[in-house]
């Protein structure tokens, strides 16, 4: 059986043959992860791997699970059921289970097979132990557990099918920005990462702004340009036209930057190609806000905490780079899968 420290190695020594893929393996597995899914544009596949290459690492890896038992007190089956809206979404669930020595039943998205099958391959070539801990199945009727990502409509299927289950079932989360207009024109720059990385498909996104009563969206708008690039994709750009249609057909108002729409809006989620802000007239109403949607905002971009006890802030430029530890809705699926092994 494998050890804790073996199961470190081994994804350590993943990060490293994703870092080493030479331009023509790293051009097939771009090939390849856009059969799957036309968003995933070369530019987007090759930063999500770059992400992975960041925390696969032993000293990352150790730092997030080194003080569990060397050995599993039991081992258990636990159903992940994945999504697809951006590159290896789900790797950090497939990982969060072998590297506890638990056995992973994988239900892959459509939309994101390929990736998910790549790098299972490595790590089993790597260690061939490995592959009998992790099954890919349809149905997940075998399972001890489950761990679900979908968006709100999926999660009631999800909370009713697996209701005899112990689970994490994720429903939609976003990004939000908080603005004061004292931003530097670096800042700003840095924000058009956090909102169209991926191009605003990750529930890490901003697809929200919060901005002071009178904010001048024009040095944010001049910063924003060099991103004006996610309108050559034909997804986006049929999003944005469809988009401004609806609102000039509405009569609407909006703001257009010509490759992006901004609409003044309580909402949090907005569409493809449109960020939505609101106006906020102190640090108390706003705090108020924030914490009044705290369930539904995955994390904060801003200068600093907008509140003492919040644990979501990200600067600037840095929603689309969370570690091993920042979990997805704040649940801790390493002391779930913990837990879910001691009973």
């Known amino acids: 059986m494998l050890t804790l420290d073996d199961r470190i190695r081994v994804f350590a020594a993943v990060g490293t043959v994703l870092k080493n893929l030479d331009k023509t393996e790293q051009d097939e597995l771009v090939r390849r992860a856009q059969s799957d899914n036309a968003w995933f544009t070369e530019e987007n596949v090759l930063f999500a791997k770059e992400g992975l290459q960041r925390y696969l690492n032993e000293n990352k890896l150790h730092q997030w699970a080194g003080h569990f038992p060397t050995h599993p007190s039991s081992i258990k089956k636990i159903g992940i059921v994945m999504a697809g809206n951006i590159p290896w979404v789900g790797f950090h669930d497939l990982l969060t289970v072998l590297i506890s020595g638990q056995h992973a039943m994988i239900k892959l998205s459509s939309q994101d097979s390929f990736l ?11 260690e061939p132990q490995l592959a009998s801990s992790i099954t890919i199945v349809d149905k997940l009727n075998t399972a001890d557990a489950i761990i679900a990502t979908g968006g709100d409509n999926t999660s009631r299927y999800f909370e009713y099918y697996f209701a005899k289950y112990p689970h994490i079932i994720r429903k939609n989360r976003t990004g939000v920005a908080v603005l004061s207009g004292n931003e530097t024109e670096e800042e700003l720059n840095a924000s058009g990462e ?6 605003g498909l990750g ?7 919060f901005v002071p009563e009178g904010y001048n969206f024009e040095p944010l708008f001049r910063a924003l340009e060099p991103y004006q690039t996610v309108a050559h994709h034909h997804k986006y750009n049929n999003n944005y036209d469809y988009n401004k249609s609806i609102y000039l057909v509405n009569r609407e108002p909006f703001l257009d930057t010509g490759f992006t729409l901004f609409r003044s809006s309580d909402q949090l989620v907005s569409p493809i190609s449109v960020v939505y802000y609101e106006h906020y ?3 108390d109403e706003l705090t108020q806000k924030l914490l009044a949607n705290e369930e539904k905002i ?21 929603a689309q780079q969370p570690e091993l530890w920042d979990y997805a809705d704040g649940v801790d699926t390493l002391e779930f899968v913990q837990g879910v092994a001691a009973d």
């Open 281 to 283: 007239q102190n640090e």
């Open 116 to 126: 998910i099958r790549y790098i299972i391959n490595i790590a089993t070539e790597l």
């Open 194 to 199: 956090d909102i169209f990385r991926y191009f």
């Open 203 to 209: 529930c890490r996104n901003v697809s929200k702004l």
């Open 298 to 318: 995955q994390c904060i971009v801003s200068q600093q905490p907008i509140h003492p006890n919040q644990k979501n802030h990200v600067p600037f430029g840095q």
